[in-house]
């Protein structure tokens, strides 16, 4: 069992910068992969940045070079740091954990966090 508690959304000015945390309690050791999704009011959901537990990154072609996905040495907190922000990068970003050995795939995980609202104004 994973519990997941985000912090850091909030309200920027186009330009300007955020850094959200997952912190990961429970299970931790037993997890593959960490990662942001965010959906955005009648968008589908989509995955945003992830590291593996090799150490591993992917991000959303948007958010290269902008956005820097990375873990804590105990890997029991994950950041994204997000920079030169957009007005189209509103949305609601979510933590999220898969862990070894199951068959979730693109799209979903095994544990969510609760979600924390990110707003850009132009």
């Known amino acids: 069992q994973v519990q997941l508690v985000e912090s850091g959304g909030g309200l920027v000015q186009a330009g300007g910068s955020l850094r959200l945390s997952c912190a990961a309690s429970?299970?931790?050791?037993?997890?593959?992969?960490m990662g942001w999704f965010r959906q955005a009011p009648g968008k589908q959901r989509e995955l945003v940045a992830g590291?593996?537990?090799?150490?591993?990154?992917n991000y959303l072609d948007s958010v290269e070079g902008r956005f820097t996905i990375s873990r804590d040495g105990p890997k029991s907190t994950v950041y994204l740091q997000m920079s030169v922000l957009k007005p189209e990068d509103t949305a609601i970003y979510y933590c999220?954990?898969?862990?070894?050995?199951?068959?979730?795939?693109?799209?979903?995980?095994?544990?969510w966090g609760q979600g924390t609202q990110v707003t850009v104004s132009s």
């Open positions: 999220a954990v898969t862990m070894f050995g199951t068959t979730a795939g693109a799209g979903n995980a095994d544990y």
């Open positions: 590291i593996t537990k090799d150490g591993r990154t």
């Open positions: 429970g299970r931790t050791w037993n997890i593959y992969f």
